[in-house]
């Protein structure tokens, strides 16, 4: 690299840190001083997203010829955003429905710069589909029966998408410009001050008791990272080189390593109460409030990486792997006063909005006490602690880092609202509902089963967030229509899309744990299939056995969570052909009916599943006390 070339990419990162930097102080001061209108706080959430990827793409850039590319990009798409969207707002609000042949190309240019955008961000299988969902909603009319509707005019369908305030800036951006960006700045300020490191250690000094101690520590440090960074790839990535490589040492396959660090990594979005901030974007489609979505999502989270837990635990114990020493373990007291202030910001979080304050209060408090505990933890060794150019510049890269995630969610979901909407006009959804409810005969198993197909194909080419948003659009209304509960339909979707990240033939998740473990993709990818059975079984729960998402009375509540544990457990063992000890070929095949049976909806097959559970434990007693010479 020349010295001119790195002069002016130092230059460039300077540029994008302070533009990243006042993005992050923007949307913080905008909480407590609401300065614009929703659709106006959404136009500026998207300048400065699309400001910063294009800066982005310009620094990577190595020809600089090719600089000019995303130069123009860059000027265009946040001169569009602030020079005609925000400045003209009132102007273009007042002609909704009536748009002029400049707000045509505007428009059109804004839609062409957002999903741009979003391919250097996340790849172009996203754009892709949103041009396939934009080109069907203008041509819809050249098809015949399921697919026709009678089509629309360019002019109507761009401004529909931009300059009318709908499809890109929709129920998504609006939740990006107020929810996530607020968590993603919560994010980056946690690993900035030293919160991930802290979970990882928290997580080995909790598991480093037990044989299985190196899994544990992999499910207990991907749970917390993945709920708060909402991406299973950035926490396969972060995770993955530290855990992995340490199962592997400790007598794990490599194979079986990278497939508990992909199946943690994939559950972590899953985890209340931040939940990957995917929660949030449920919430704005459903209308549900964001508190009910956590607490039905807590126990289904707790029983995928409980059973997750017992498989790693009983795999140990099968191998006769060793407990690590105790002195090569941090002690868990040791780690939590080095350290335990990090939990005050998710505490902090979740009070607030117990308090039935905003969620975007909330994660302003939480950014707010997160920067208030380091100072005050760094205090104590340095009182002048608050002057030094150590603290500004943690909280710097914070707040840099917490707007890198956010620019790419920011054009995304612009991108996520273009396809929801462009469905939406062509009232495909109507026909899709009549569609699922006429093959499935009423039937609602083949209904859900057709919904996690979709779910699954969508989710393995696109960002979690947007494959959710388009089956909860296009899906959901069918499942609703057949009586289903509006909670449960969308959980169950949820569920789907997040384990595409382990499904072939993608599992991106899948990919990268294998390049960290050094194993063969697709026996990787099988392996994280059986490890995350829990996720592809308990969506089906959410319908036939609503009481883990705590619907119900109190005793269905308690027996369906017992049958749900009893029947994971069996499957555990099933699958990893031990329970106090290796099981016989007949204890094996009688696991099979508990974990069966204790799915099941009904009273009879869940006590048959029970006592031949009671049944193979006995047998499996009799037999240790007989291998020990005790009878």
């Not at 920011?410 to 959804?429: E, F, K, N, Q, W």
């Not at 509540?557 to 106090?580: C, D, K, Q, R, Y």
């Amino acid at each position: 690299m020349t010295v001119e070339r790195k002069t002016l990419n130092k230059t460039l990162t300077i540029i994008f840190n302070t533009v990243a930097i006042a993005m992050a102080i923007y949307h913080l001061f905008i909480v407590i001083q609401p300065k614009f209108s929703p659709y106006e706080s959404q136009t500026i959430h998207l300048a400065f997203g699309l400001f910063l990827v294009f800066m982005w793409a310009l620094i990577r850039s190595q020809h600089k010829y090719y600089k000019i590319i995303p130069i123009l990009f860059l000027l265009i798409g946040s001169g569009i955003a602030v020079k005609y969207i925000f400045l003209n707002f009132h102007d273009l609000t007042a002609r909704i429905g009536m748009p002029s042949t400049v707000d045509t190309w505007i428009g059109l240019i804004l839609i062409i710069v957002v999903m741009v955008a979003t391919g250097l961000s996340f790849g172009w299988a996203l754009p892709t589909v949103s041009i396939i969902c934009l080109l069907y909603a203008k041509y819809g009319y050249i098809f015949s029966g399921f697919f026709h509707h009678a089509g629309n005019e360019w002019p109507r369908l761009i401004a529909s998408l931009t300059t009318s305030f709908s499809g890109i800036y929709g129920i998504i951006l609006n939740v990006s410009a107020t929810f996530i960006v607020l968590f993603m700045i919560l994010g980056g300020l946690l690993q900035a001050t030293g919160g991930g490191d802290f979970f990882v250690r928290l997580a080995l000094s909790v598991g480093g008791k037990v044989r299985s101690a190196p899994a544990q520590a992999a499910l207990i440090g991907s749970g917390l990272m993945g709920s708060i960074n909402g991406s299973a790839l950035a926490n396969v990535s972060t995770t993955g080189p530290i855990t992995i490589p340490m199962m592997v040492r400790h007598g794990y396959d490599s194979r079986l390593a990278g497939g508990i660090e992909a199946v943690a990594s994939t559950g972590g979005i899953l985890m209340p109460p931040i939940m990957g901030v995917v929660a949030f974007v449920m919430s704005g489609i459903t209308g549900i409030p964001y508190l009910e979505i956590i607490k039905a999502a807590f126990i289904p989270a707790l029983l995928y990486y409980f059973t997750l837990g017992l498989t790693a635990h009983l795999r140990a114990a099968k191998d006769n792997l060793k407990a690590p020493k105790q002195e090569d373990v941090e002690k868990v007291l040791d780690v939590l006063k080095d350290g335990g202030h990090f939990f005050i910001p998710i505490i902090v979080i979740i009070v607030v909005m117990v308090s039935g304050y905003s969620v975007m209060l909330s994660g302003f408090y939480g950014v707010l006490s997160i920067i208030l505990v380091y100072l005050i933890r760094e205090s104590f060794n340095n009182p002048k602690f608050i002057l030094s150019k150590e603290f500004w510049s943690t909280i710097s890269k914070g707040f840099i880092t917490g707007s890198s995630g956010a620019m790419k969610i920011a054009v995304a979901s612009g991108v996520m609202g273009i396809a929801a909407h462009s469905i939406v006009i062509t009232r495909l959804p109507s026909p899709v509902i009549f569609y699922i409810s006429d093959l499935s005969g009423e039937l609602i198993i083949v209904a859900l089963l057709m919904t996690m197909g979709i779910s699954i194909f969508f989710g393995m080419g696109i960002p979690n967030v947007a494959s959710y948003v388009l089956v909860a659009v296009l899906g959901a209304p069918a499942l609703v229509e057949l009586g289903l509960p509006v909670i449960s339909v969308h959980l169950f979707i949820l569920y789907f899309s997040i384990m595409a990240n382990i499904t072939p033939p993608v599992g991106a998740c899948v990919l990268v744990a294998s390049q960290i473990a050094n194993s063969r993709y697709f026996q990787t990818a099988l392996t994280s299939i059986r490890l995350g059975l829990p996720g592809f079984l308990l969506p089906f729960l959410f319908i036939y056995q609503p009481g883990i998402l705590l619907e119900g009375t109190f005793i269905e509540i308690l027996i369906a969570v017992i049958s749900t544990i009893l029947g994971l457990t069996s499957m555990a063992f099933f699958f990893e052909g031990f329970v106090i000890r290796r099981t016989t070929p007949l204890q094996r095949l009688l696991l099979l009916i508990p974990a069966i049976g204790l799915f099941l909806p009904g009273n009879f097959s869940s006590i048959i599943g029970l006592i031949v559970l009671i049944i193979v434990f006995a047998m499996q007693i009799r037999q240790n006390r007989l291998a020990i010479g005790t009878v």
